[in-house]
């Protein structure tokens, strides 16, 4: 019906309409369809719910709106009215600190988009980034005095193979007796945590050895701290990490679409027995993705110590008692999986989130308690929408058919 | 009589963007008689009867049942005004019972809310003896057969009091044997005055069952026929529009070195049953031996053995003089084996993959595809385009996605795959499967010119006209054993006898 090799390709013949196909794959294909529309279409009905939702816990649609208005000027976000580079005013510091968080998660993004590309569902995010974060702690602390550079790339390839390798628990769990990763990557973040709250603890061999009172660790020294290339006396500046971030995105995306381990990666994520057929070892492939997922997790946890935290506080810092690990989970669902899309989701996580918590959660327009809420309103009712995805999706293809019907004089053919 | 029509279909036109599907077809049924739908995939026929159940709305035409014209915008009021559909995917639910899928939606009730199930049991007895489907309405349906299943989905539509049945490729998923069972059924529903529609592209079929034939090409009706006075030749010319040859031609084998050696091969399936028990053979270059049995007789298991997909038990197999250490399809590979796989869209082909990324599947980590780790996504691009025009792959570029094609394209890009790695030994399981008249006689053209060039060729298949038009040795296999090696003229019966394991019978 149609010549070979001519683009754009035609659709598919309409006898293929109702062929089988597994559920992944329809989704695939419709995602492809989707494009960015739905990610964002997803974004829009979640911000207008969650406006409704606080419109009607506070009687007034005016202050919900107040609310958002709230959010968006604590994410920095009006600091492009008035750019500037001073830290001291409150839009750039606020700006700042939103790249602070976007960049942890841009890193848990990442990490559970590239089991997901594997056709595995890391929820371990939290315990690598545990990982990371206690083992760039330690070797932080270990080589004080030695020159910035090496000490600062020792703890930083340190943490993320500590991570890496406790991800792969979870892949060599999955791919010898069968263990699925959703439930070892749970038992490993619980692991995770109380083995770091035991290091850290009253007499833990990784504790404060000025305090020996308090659940602490000690401080990374100077020389393996990242150094801010925005900042200003007496404030916290951002930190090079968000460069290492990025560089990642770049990273994830070349391994996944020019390198053969990401080639691997997508066949066995697609369908492990078609790539069984072509020679691919999958077990392999379950470890390494899953190690690989565990490293950019693992990375989020480096940054944040050595950039920000530089110690670990057991219910002082909120770094314990983080979610980033949980919330990579809706950044990479809302990214698609795919390294931009990821970066994109990430910096609408990190600005809700800051925004939230200190712009919001500072003023008093709305009950505090319902403030800090709001980032887990959104996030929850994105990935309820992502879940629903097919939903929207026809709700935009039928708004597309009934385009192309009303706009196609009748009896046009190709 | 010719005027008494269950059904007119009237220059029905459907367009989808960029085809069009239907292109004033016209197509009538008349009450108690089987009537086919042929043409190739992608013809139409599956949209023509999607319009008519309903699926689709038609962009222009008029539909007639029993007389008045009718427009269903769902499938619900097509099954009301007594039109029934069997897809060739059923529909069923595999936890429950025969009984309870057939009464699925329509549930005779007692006490306004609970299932009647003595009465959903005993009208579904009732059908099953009136036209002898021999079906057990108690039995849960993942444990019956597929013929049954099928059977199944006949008896849902006529519970819903269906007086016209629409079978969509009903024999696709059927044994020879269960086709000819289903074809009495046909038979005795036909005696009950129902009328069915009957889709295919397989000639032999619709020359057997039905009384008047439609052939479909490229969403337009070509002909219709009655059966008295068609031959397989003069539909094939109508289905593709050019005259098919339907006997592979070929000259006589000259088979040369062996190429595939089995010894005493013992395989066990996943659930540990020993399917293949102790299997030798061997295949020549330049010749293609035939493995022919019913499904289920261990032939999966001793392909995957082959292709280093499934681990072997006892017994050695060679490939171009190298024994497969262990089982790995890497290993395999590398030695020599060319595998067209008998699913080809659960294992043959990433759906999700483009064309490109497909022909790269076994080679993505080599020259030229890729060096040090390195993919260079222009190479694949390039070796598919010449594939794409080497094979006549249709319906899409080097970046189209596999999943997007027809199955007969699929099916051309796995073999493209695979012969373009100029392999040993070319296993070709159930290569045809699904396809229609142009795929498969292009597939059989394809095989015999493979073997010219020296290829080892094992072909593997449940069609039993296939193996006899191919091979040049035909080896037997049940429960897993050989029990029959033919190289001259050999009946087709002989052959069917030994499938049914009926040699040891004869002996004994």
Redesign the interface.
């Known amino acids: 019906m149609t010549a070979p090799g001519k683009s754009p390709s035609p659709p598919p013949a309409p006898e293929e309409f109702g062929d089988p196909g597994t559920l992944a794959a329809r989704l695939a294909v419709k995602q492809r369809a989707g494009g960015i529309v739905i990610p964002i279409l997803t974004v829009v009905f979640a911000l207008v719910i969650s406006i409704a939702v606080v419109a009607a816990t506070q009687h007034s649609v005016h202050t919900s709106l107040v609310a958002f208005k709230e959010i968006f000027d604590g994410a920095g976000l009006n600091w492009i009215a008035h750019p500037t580079t001073n830290l001291q005013n409150l839009a750039a510091y606020n700006l700042s600190q939103t790249l602070l968080q976007t960049s942890t998660l841009i890193l848990t993004g990442l990490s559970v988009a590239f089991a997901f590309r594997c056709g595995m569902f890391n929820i371990g995010g939290q315990g690598q980034y545990f990982v990371g974060l206690i083992v760039a702690n330690w070797l932080g602390v270990s080589f004080a005095g030695m020159s910035p550079l090496p000490h600062i790339l020792i703890a930083m390839v340190g943490g993320t193979l500590a991570a890496a390798a406790y991800a792969g628990i979870a892949g060599v769990l999955k791919a010898t007796v069968g263990a699925h990763e959703v439930i070892t990557t749970i038992m490993l973040n619980w692991i995770a945590f109380w083995t770091v709250s035991w290091l850290i603890g009253a007499g833990g061999p990784l504790q404060n050895s000025t305090d020996p009172t308090n659940p602490v660790s000690n401080q990374v020294a100077p020389s393996a701290r990242l150094p801010d290339f925005w900042g200003a006396q007496g404030f916290q500046g951002v930190h090079i990490g968000l460069f290492v971030a990025l560089a990642c995105v770049v990273v994830f995306w070349i391994l996944i679409s020019r390198t053969t381990l990401g080639y691997e990666v997508r066949a066995v994520g697609f369908n492990p027995d078609a790539a069984a057929y072509g020679g691919i070892n999958v077990k392999k492939n379950f470890i390494r993705a899953m190690a690989i997922s565990g490293a950019f997790a693992g990375l989020a946890g480096v940054i944040d110590m050595l950039g920000g935290a530089t110690n670990y506080q057991y219910g002082q810092l909120d770094v314990p008692f983080s979610q980033v690990g949980f919330i990579g989970i809706a950044v990479a669902l809302l990214g698609r999986n795919t390294a931009l899309g990821t970066l994109l989701a990430a910096i609408l996580f990190g600005g809700l989130l800051y925004g939230s918590f200190h712009g919001l959660g500072s003023s008093s327009v709305i009950d505090p308690t319902l403030a800090s809420n709001i980032p887990y309103i959104v996030q929850g009712l994105i990935v309820l929408f992502i879940g629903a995805d097919v939903l929207l999706m026809s709700v935009w293809g039928s708004r597309k058919k009934l385009r192309w019907r009303s706009s196609k004089p009748a009896g046009a053919s190709a | 009589m010719a005027d008494d029509l269950v059904l007119e279909m009237r220059d029905i036109r459907?367009?989808?963007?960029?085809?069009?599907?239907n292109d004033a077809v016209s197509f009538d049924v008349r009450r108690g008689e089987v009537h086919a739908l042929l043409g190739e995939?992608?013809?139409?026929?599956?949209?023509l009867m999607?319009i008519l159940y309903g699926?689709y709305k038609p962009?222009g035409g008029e539909i007639r049942l029993n007389g008045k014209p009718v427009s269903f915008s769902s499938a619900r009021e097509a099954i009301e005004a007594g039109i029934g559909m069997v897809?060739q995917?059923f529909m069923l639910i595999p936890v429950m019972t025969v009984a309870e899928n057939i009464v699925l939606g329509t549930e005779p009730v007692k006490g306004g809310v609970l299932l009647d199930e003595a009465s959903a049991d005993r009208r579904v007895t009732e059908m099953a003896r009136t036209f002898n489907f021999a079906v057990d309405p108690d039995a849960l349906v993942e444990d019956i057969s597929v013929g049954q299943q099928q059977r199944v989905e006949i008896m849902k539509a006529l519970y819903r009091n269906a007086d016209l049945l629409i079978l969509d490729e009903p024999t696709a998923v059927l044994t020879p044997q269960e086709a000819s069972d289903l074809f009495e059924i046909l038979r005795s529903l036909q005696r009950e005055g129902l009328s069915i529609i009957f889709i295919s592209h397989k000639l032999n079929e619709v020359l057997e069952i039905a009384d008047r034939i439609t052939v479909l090409r490229?969403g337009k009706t070509i002909e219709t026929v009655p059966r008295e006075g068609a031959t397989e030749a003069s539909l094939a010319r109508a289905m593709v529009g050019r005259d098919v040859l339907l006997r592979v031609e070929k000259a006589p084998a000259t088979p040369g070195d062996v190429l595939l050696e089995v010894r005493d091969l013992h395989v066990r399936d996943d659930r540990d049953i020993e399917k293949v028990r102790g299997v030798s053979l061997d295949v020549r270059a330049g010749e293609i031996v035939g493995i022919a049995g019913v499904d289920g007789n261990g032939q999966t298991e001793l392909i995957d053995a082959l292709?280093g997909?499934r681990a072997i038990e006892s017994g050695s197999v060679t490939i171009a003089g190298r024994e497969l250490a262990h089982s790995n399809?890497?290993h395999a590979?590398d030695a020599g084996i060319g595998?067209i796989?008998e699913d080809r869209?659960?294992?043959?082909?990433?759906?999700?993959?483009s064309i490109a990324?497909n022909i790269?599947?076994?080679d993505?980590?080599k020259p030229p595809d890729?060096r040090w780790?390195?993919?260079f996504?222009k190479r694949m691009v390039q070796r598919a385009?010449t594939l794409?025009?080497e094979f006549?792959?249709?319906?899409?570029?080097?970046?189209?996605?596999a999943?997007?094609l027809?199955g007969g394209n699929q099916q051309k890009l796995v073999a493209a795959r695979e012969i373009s790695r100029d392999p040993a030994v070319l296993i070709a399981a159930q290569p045809t499967r699904g396809l229609d008249v142009g795929a498969i006689e292009y597939l059989h053209r394809r095989l015999v010119t493979e073997r010219d060039k020296g290829r080892a060729i094992l072909l593997v298949s449940l069609e039993l006209d296939e193996i006899l038009s191919l091979s040049d040795r035909i080896l037997v296999i049940y429960e897993g054993e050989i029990v029959g090696e033919h190289s001259g003229e050999v009946s087709e019966e002989q052959i069917g006898l030994e499938m049914l394991g009926g040699r040891e019978r004869e002996a004994a």
């Open positions: 459907k367009e989808f963007p960029g085809v069009v599907a995939n992608g013809a139409g026929k599956s949209t999607n699926l962009d897809h995917h490229r292709a997909l399809a890497r590979l595998h796989p869209q659960r294992r043959g082909l990433v759906l999700e993959f990324e790269a599947l076994h993505y980590a890729a780790g390195w993919i996504p385009r794409i025009r006549d792959v249709r319906g899409g570029g080097p970046f189209t996605a999943g997007g027809s």
